[in-house]
């Protein structure tokens, strides 16, 4: 199997929740540790047993314990804001990794409960302490109730709803490098103007034609002036 097969073999038996536990900024990073030997298969507490015992039969391996560095197992949990505590401070907003949290600055905000993969990272941002864990269930959109988990310790998400976590996790990621390359074109274009700006205050001809079409933009800005009858 080649690596980016063997990369997206493993990333499809991760739950998806961008959680971090393991050791990676993501699943997708912790899978490609997996491929190349630098991770076992045993750090990812979401996943539980079968998420170990799924990735050693893919990878020929024997199943070993979940590593209690990582953490341990939890049953699904879902964000839930007060949003009468809520200062409105975007810090969760920007913690979380699947776009789960909507608000503006200055105002309430709400987790969106069917999108929150419960990886608790909008916790400890928040300087009010106004987010809880709640019961919650991760279960495939086509599944009958109860088969996305078991009671020996897993928490395999469906494969619909990993695949549209994995989705929005991406879509996170395409939209923060977008906003960055916006932001560096508008640091650019602002700092050539001020390279400009400079170069003309050195330049006394630049700097007259500077002030001529300052004072002719501030006279069409002012409008036409009133004539004073005698």
């Not at 401070?89 to 200055?106: E, F, H, N, S, Y």
């Not at 310790?153 to 709803?161: E, L, P, V």
């Not at 994995?166 to 939209?175: C, D, K, M, V």
């Not at 500077?210 to 005698?230: I, S």
Request: glycine letters at 8%.
């Amino acid at each position: 199997m080649k690596e980016n097969a063997l990369v997206e073999e493993i990333d499809s038996i991760l739950p998806q929740t961008q959680c971090r536990r393991c050791g990676y900024s993501g699943c997708l990073p912790y899978a490609e540790a997996i491929a190349e030997g630098r991770a076992d298969i045993n750090q990812c507490p979401p996943g539980g047993d079968d998420g170990i015992r799924r990735l050693a039969v893919l990878l020929d391996k024997r199943p070993i314990p979940l590593n209690p560095v990582h953490g341990s197992y939890q049953p699904c949990t879902v964000a839930m804001i007060d949003e009468e505590a809520c200062i409105g401070c975007t810090l969760c907003i920007q913690a979380c990794p699947v776009d789960a949290i909507v608000g503006a600055a200055k105002q309430a905000h709400t987790v969106i409960a069917d999108e929150c993969t419960g990886c608790e990272l909008c916790l400890a941002p928040c300087p009010v302490d106004c987010i809880r864990m709640m019961p919650g269930k991760i279960a495939d959109a086509g599944a009958p109730d109860g088969d996305a988990g078991t009671n020996d310790g897993s928490r395999h998400r469906g494969d619909a709803s990993a695949d549209h976590a994995r989705a929005r996790y991406r879509y996170r990621l395409q939209r923060l490098e977008r906003e960055k390359c916006e932001n560096d074109v508008r640091l650019a274009q602002a700092e050539a103007v001020t390279v400009a700006d400079v170069s003309a205050r050195n330049d006394p001809k630049k700097a007259a034609i500077q002030a001529a079409l300052a004072r002719a933009r501030a006279t069409r800005t002012q409008g036409p002036t009133e004539t004073r009858e005698t």
